[in-house]
């Protein structure tokens, strides 16, 4: 399955809504092949109340329990469950070009992005998607609807990775009601803490926010054994840089940032997972599901 | 510096390759990037121009190294560094002031070619002090030995100065010849009687010498008189035969030569010691007289090639008895010229006139297939492994530069 889904990673398959859609499904079927538990069996779990039986309704729904303690048809009603609503947002700002192993992060959040998306269909859940920087800013608002994934993965792959961060006008992605769940890709670079910054302001009490940050193996360890012109993505500036003199010094500030940023969004109750892209998609999503279940359960 | 593969030198193009890369990459910079530089900071100039030192020190490694392959492969090698870079033009005593060869003298020494006599230790042309040469071979052998750049040989080549061993002309000298022209001379005239003069000429050129004998009237030609020479034929009956081939062959010698013979044959009983003539011929199984004291031949019976054979100072044996056979075989009339008529001078004088020469190309030329000379070749493979030690060294630093860089 890995070999498969690796050979599917590739930009020309993910810049297209069916290829991308592919790769989701080929993911999310991946761990989720034999955990087929159905959801919506009944009417739910969470008792509301008991009616009457009346004819036309289905037996299925007759608490039979009931009928031998009172000899009476009663027909037990729960409440419809409600699913919860989410949210994604990417950090669409040119950072996000970074490259390593022919993908980019944006195709990584994509692919990300697209995976839980199909997953949250599935679950029944609603999702909407929120792209981010100064130049654009897209929004799909979450509804559950046939043709809300495809639109999703539509928009998904028009994003491009430029400008920078936007700074202000972002009332729109706090606009919160209910309970719901953020999922936000970004890599964390940003200008004067401006990510950080909109990152506190998500999180409500109601809410859950994850924040994915997304870094290449290269980018985290310097490796790259040589002088080296390094060009800022979004800034655009240059400097001259020995890596093999700089890189215990820069994987050891890497390592510092990366701590530093996990134990601030700890605080805020934000929870922080490092996506390395050199580690394969679904791996990382197996784990990240399966550390949330053990959470949840 | 000399190159066996000149064509080879167009390998240097090559050096464009390196060059290339090493502005390519300064060009193109491999930028890299990268989300932020915030993590980032510069690596400071002194150790960044390390690597500037670094990547220059590859470049030249990587140049000297195509340097060098081009060397190996077009074969250069340098005849100065173990010969002396000196050059003579080696003349033969009495050529330095011929006319045909001045003008080739003189530029050849406006090209620093020092001027020496081909002669022992070959002195200085202008100490003036040689004798002509009397072996080529040696002089060469020893100019060999000099190891001299350059050789200019200018000598007339008679063929009598070439003795021994024929040996080829090593590749650093060139030999010139004087060419001889056709030259007569007189060996000896003779005044045989008062109105004839015999005359021995001689004509030599390049090719050979030829002699001819000529009567003239004196008035011609200054002429010596000719001697007469009496000899005694002494011999027992049992060598009647063998002095009649004797009076027979000094018969010859007069009628062919300027000289006059006095003959007289006798028994050898009849030798009286005061007998006085220039030669006494005994034939006898007796020995000889030892009173004589003039010039004599005996019969001595020995089992040598020559029919005459001298055994002291005046003596000389006859070593065969005698009969027309032998005497036609053993050449007995020249054999008795040579000693009755010694001509020292007239030997010395056809020497010197003789003008056969030895032919240059005889000198210059040798078998071509087998031309280069091993000198040549061993200083060849001296170079080939030089640069090969070169390019080892060069490659083995480059890659230890490469990796350090790459560290």
Redesign the interface.
């Known amino acids: 399955m890995n070999a498969e889904i690796k050979a599917l990673l590739k930009p020309e398959v993910i810049n297209t809504v069916s290829g991308l859609e592919l790769v989701a499904r080929v993911i999310v079927e991946g761990f989720m092949s034999g955990s087929n538990r159905s959801q919506s069996i009944g009417s739910g779990q969470e008792f509301s109340q008991y009616r009457s039986y009346e004819p036309g309704d289905d037996l299925r729904q007759l608490d039979w329990k009931m009928y031998a303690r009172s000899e009476r048809y009663f027909i037990k009603q729960a409440e419809i469950e409600t699913n919860i609503t989410v949210k994604f947002m990417i950090d669409a700002s040119r950072?996000?070009?970074?490259?390593e192993g022919g993908l980019s992060?944006l195709h990584y959040a994509n692919i990300i992005t697209a995976a839980l998306a199909f997953l949250s269909r599935k679950q029944r859940d609603t999702f909407g998607l929120f792209t981010v920087n100064n130049l654009h800013t897209t929004v799909i608002q979450p509804r559950f609807e046939q043709q809300q994934f495809l639109r999703f993965l539509n928009e998904l792959i028009r994003v491009k990775s430029e400008g920078i961060w936007k700074k202000d006008g972002l009332e729109i992605l706090l606009d919160h009601h209910g309970k719901e769940m953020i999922v936000f890709i970004t890599?964390l670079?940003d200008v004067e803490s401006d990510i950080l910054k909109f990152i506190s302001r998500l999180k409500t009490s109601r809410n859950e926010v994850l924040v994915f940050h997304l870094m290449g193996k290269h980018?985290m360890e310097l490796d790259?054994?040589?002088?080296?012109?390094?060009?800022?993505?979004?800034?655009g500036?240059?400097?001259?840089?020995?890596t093999?003199?700089?890189q215990k010094?820069?994987s050891d500030?890497?390592t510092h940032?990366i701590q530093t940023s996990r134990l601030w969004m700890l605080e805020k109750n934000i929870s922080y997972h490092l996506i390395r892209m050199d580690e394969p998609v679904d791996v990382f999503l197996r784990k990240f599901l399966i550390a949330r279940k053990n959470l949840l359960y | 510096m000399e190159l066996t593969n000149p064509i080879a030198l167009w390998g240097l193009s090559a050096l464009a390759i390196p060059v290339a890369i090493h502005l390519l990459s300064l060009k193109e910079?491999?930028?890299?990037?990268?989300?932020?530089?915030?993590?980032?900071?510069?690596?400071n100039s002194r150790?960044?121009r390390g690597?500037r030192l670094n990547e220059y020190l590859l470049l030249l490694l990587r140049m000297l190294l195509i340097l060098w392959l081009v060397f190996f492969i077009s074969g250069l090698h340098s005849n100065t560094s173990t010969l002396q870079k000196t050059k003579w033009v080696v003349l033969e005593k009495g050529l330095e002031n011929d006319k045909d060869f001045m003008p080739l003298i003189d530029s050849l020494q406006r090209d620093h070619y020092e001027a020496h006599y081909l002669a022992k230790n070959f002195p200085l042309v202008s100490t003036g002090a040689a004798y002509p040469p009397n072996n080529y071979w040696m002089l060469i052998e020893e100019l060999k030995e000099r190891s001299l750049y350059d050789v200019v040989i200018i000598a007339s080549n008679r063929m009598n100065s070439f003795r021994g061993q024929r040996i080829p002309l090593p590749d650093n000298m060139r030999w010139i010849a004087k060419p001889t022209t056709s030259h007569e001379f007189i060996v000896s005239a003779r005044q045989t009687s008062k109105d004839s003069v015999w005359v021995r000429t001689g004509k030599s050129d390049a090719e050979g010498t030829f002699f001819e004998t000529l009567y003239k009237s004196p008035n011609q030609i200054q002429a010596i008189h000719s001697d007469t020479l009496s000899v005694i034929i002494a011999n027992t009956s049992k060598f009647e035969r063998d002095g009649q081939i004797m009076r027979a062959a000094l018969r010859t010698l007069d009628v062919s030569l300027p000289h006059h013979f006095h003959i007289k044959t006798i028994r050898t009983e009849q030798f009286n010691e005061k007998d006085t003539a220039d030669w006494l011929i005994w034939l006898s199984d007796e020995s000889y007289p030892a009173a004589w004291n003039g010039n004599a031949i005996y019969l001595h019976r020995m089992s040598v090639k020559t029919i005459l054979t001298q055994s002291t100072d005046k003596l000389w044996m006859l070593t065969h008895e005698l009969n027309e056979e032998v005497a036609v075989k053993e050449n007995l009339t020249m054999a008795l010229a040579a000693i009755l008529f010694p001509s020292p001078q007239e030997n010395k004088k056809a020497a010197e006139e003789d003008k056969r020469m030895f032919p240059e190309e005889w000198l210059n030329s040798y078998d071509d297939a087998g031309s280069v000379p091993e000198k040549i070749i061993g200083h060849n493979t001296h170079w080939d492994q030089l640069w090969f030690v070169f390019i080892l060294v060069t490659l083995v630093t480059e890659r230890i530069v490469a990796f350090k860089?790459?560290?």
Do not use: C, P
């Open positions: 950072s996000m070009a970074y490259e992060k890599d670079y980018e790259f054994g040589g002088s080296f012109t390094f060009e800022d993505l979004e800034q500036g240059r400097i001259k840089i020995d093999v003199t700089e010094k820069y500030r890497i940032w | 910079g491999q930028v890299i990037r990268i989300g932020s530089l915030r993590h980032l900071t510069e690596t150790q960044f690597i860089r790459n560290q």
